[in-house]
């Protein structure tokens, strides 16, 4: 490889602009991005002049075949996750793929085959595990600072806040709503933090009742709700092998507060993410505030991501979000939309 990492990207939307290309702006001696594709041509070349991006394709497969490529962004809505990257991976080319990884976990699988059939990295974005504020959480985790963790609690609470924009509302292109949306990010983000234990069954709750409500107010723009057929609000309660629990709540439309948020309860302490907070049991005194001097720093850290992902790729090494851990996400989504659907706690192999 030359000293640049050769970028693709596919899907020339939100994210695309509002983070993997800034991203890999930010970084010009160590990565390039040298083509772009996406099915809206003119899209892609009002985004190629915008970053100045040398060519454009209306088809990621013309590209994979055109150009030598180290890596592509996978930035289209979910449901071209698992195509566009099984496509890249088998055309021998590193994936950065955007949440959520897929719209399904057979999909996950897939994915993860055509990576190890072909020997490259595949990995998924989430880029709240690069941000300053997890990274110490993460490392105060590691010293022991909350013990044996058994309870966590998973916020993901948006009050108004349904994505009108793109296919985000269809569950046939965004494989569900808030879970497989928002949700994920802090379910990813709260497992790494409990050092992965495997999950054995769920227990969720999937509602639809606001967003389909005539008149309904979110984010101030106009809305067609006949193409809304996801859920508004799920719950649920994940059950690990180490016998802790997480309890999971994520809207885009609810009645109550916005938050985004993690609580993580171990044996020694008591974590809180947002803003980050630890409690401990002090001898003769009771559970007080111990948080350490810190900065309190960014949550999520797109550029951090792009910069760690781009190293991964020069140097061979594995990067910090693993595909299969995003595909045991995956297994609990998918877990939750069938549990909601049945009524019933489901297992998970
Ligand atoms: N990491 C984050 O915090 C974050 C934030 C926003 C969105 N996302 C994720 O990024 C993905 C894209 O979201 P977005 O907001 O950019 O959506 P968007 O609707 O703004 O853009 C998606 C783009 O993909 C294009 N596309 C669709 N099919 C394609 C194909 N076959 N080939 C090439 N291009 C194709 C569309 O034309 C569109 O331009 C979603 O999975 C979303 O969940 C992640």
Not at 13 to 29: Q, S
Not at 68 to 95: K, R
Not at 267 to 279: C, D, Q
Request: with cysteine; hydrophobic share 40%.
């Amino acid at each position: 490889m030359g000293t640049r990492v050769r970028v693709g990207v596919i899907g020339a939307g939100g994210i695309a602009r509002g983070a993997h290309l800034p991203g890999y702006a930010k970084i010009p001696e160590e990565a390039t991005v040298v083509a772009i594709s996406d099915i809206d041509e003119p899209r892609a070349q009002q985004v190629a002049d915008e970053f100045g991006i040398a060519r454009v394709y209306a088809d990621f497969n013309e590209m994979l075949a055109q150009e030598e490529l180290d890596l592509v962004s996978v930035c289209t809505p979910p449901f071209m996750h698992c195509a566009a990257s099984v496509a890249a991976l088998n055309a021998g080319v590193n994936v950065i793929c955007e949440k959520p990884m897929a719209m399904n976990a057979a999909e996950g699988e897939a994915m993860i085959a055509a990576a190890q059939q072909n020997d490259k990295m595949l990995t998924i974005g989430f880029q709240s595990r690069y941000g300053e504020r997890a990274q110490f959480l993460k490392h105060l985790i590691e010293q022991g600072e909350l013990g044996d963790i058994y309870f966590a609690r998973v916020l993901a609470l948006r009050r108004r806040g349904i994505p009108w924009w793109g296919v985000f509302v269809e569950k046939d292109k965004n494989g569900g709503g808030p879970l497989i949306d928002i949700g994920v990010h802090t379910l990813d983000l709260t497992l790494w933090l409990m050092g992965h234990p495997t999950p054995t069954a769920v227990s969720g709750a999937v509602f639809t009742k606001l967003a389909k409500r005539p008149g309904l107010y979110s984010r101030r723009v106009p809305i067609d709700q006949s193409r809304y057929t996801v859920e508004d609000f799920a719950t649920a309660q994940i059950r690990f092998d180490t016998g802790a629990v997480i309890n999971l709540e994520t809207s885009w439309a609810l009645n109550i507060e916005n938050e985004v948020n993690a609580y993580i309860c171990g044996t020694e302490g008591g974590a809180t993410l947002r803003p980050l907070k630890i409690l401990k049991e002090v001898p003769n005194a009771g559970l007080l505030d111990c948080t350490p001097a810190h900065e309190e720093g960014r949550e999520h850290n797109h550029a951090g991501q792009f910069a760690q992902v781009v190293r991964n790729v020069k140097e061979g090494t594995p990067p910090l979000v693993k595909a299969e851990e995003a595909l045991t996400v995956q297994r609990i989504v998918d877990a939750i939309y069938e549990s909601g659907e049945t009524g019933q706690m489901v297992a998970i192999e």
